[in-house]
């Protein structure tokens, strides 16, 4: 099984993939799918694969690349990824990049990057709508008031957790950038501007790429 051409989102924790995910399905006509939400969901319904995933999710460290792989291959047989998708948060390691080309032709890599001081305020600051999955921030995106009342803060959103995942991420996850960079794929984003500066600096590099 291969799909059509696919691109990534990459960068660390909190960087804010999942805040700008929707914009690049937008422009790209690509479905996002994120390892982490797919993780998060198992642990919620309580699956075997969940409960394996939920120690290392709550440590601050990566699930094993089978595990992955394997929800990335089943994933990759609903009808929407024929021609390609958004990868948001993978692949996050080596072996899990080199199995990604075995199914797909990786476009181009979006990297955002952000400082580690930054990041971490933006992710003890977040909170989301178990409706709507819409991602705020107490500070930079507040919720309106008929939201709220129901937001709430993932596990693995403490500052202790976040070091950690920023830990794991410097270690295990950076250096794909080079890997990428190498093969002509990686562009780069400075992230640390607002949601909207971030999200038209997005748009200007994805028009303009496919304008070319
Ligand atoms: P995952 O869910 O992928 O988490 P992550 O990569 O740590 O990324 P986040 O979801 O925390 O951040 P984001 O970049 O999406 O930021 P967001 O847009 O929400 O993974 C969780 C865990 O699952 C991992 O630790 C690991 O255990 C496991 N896992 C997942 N995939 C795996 C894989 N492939 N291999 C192995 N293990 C895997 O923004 C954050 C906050 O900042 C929000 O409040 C937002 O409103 C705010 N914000 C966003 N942009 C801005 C801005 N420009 N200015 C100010 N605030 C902003």
Known sequence: MRVGK????????????????????SITGKPQVSTGDMLREAVKEGTDLGKSAQSYMENGLLVPDQVIMDLIRVRLTN?????GLLFDGFPRTLPQAMALEQLTEV?????????DDEIVSRITGRRTDPVSGEIYHVVFKPAPPEVSGRLVQRNDDTEETVRKRLATFHQ???????????????????GSGDIKQVSASIGTVLEKDIGS
């Open 79 to 83: 009808d929407d990824a024929d021609s």
């Open 6 to 25: 696919s691109i990534i989102l990459f960068g660390p924790p909190g960087a804010g993939k999942g805040t700008q995910s929707g914009l690049i399905s």
């Open 107 to 115: 476009e181009k890599v979006i990297s955002l990057v952000v400082e």
């Open 172 to 190: 295990q996850t950076a250096p794909l950038s080079e890997y990428y960079r190498e093969r002509g794929l990686l562009i780069e984003i400075d």
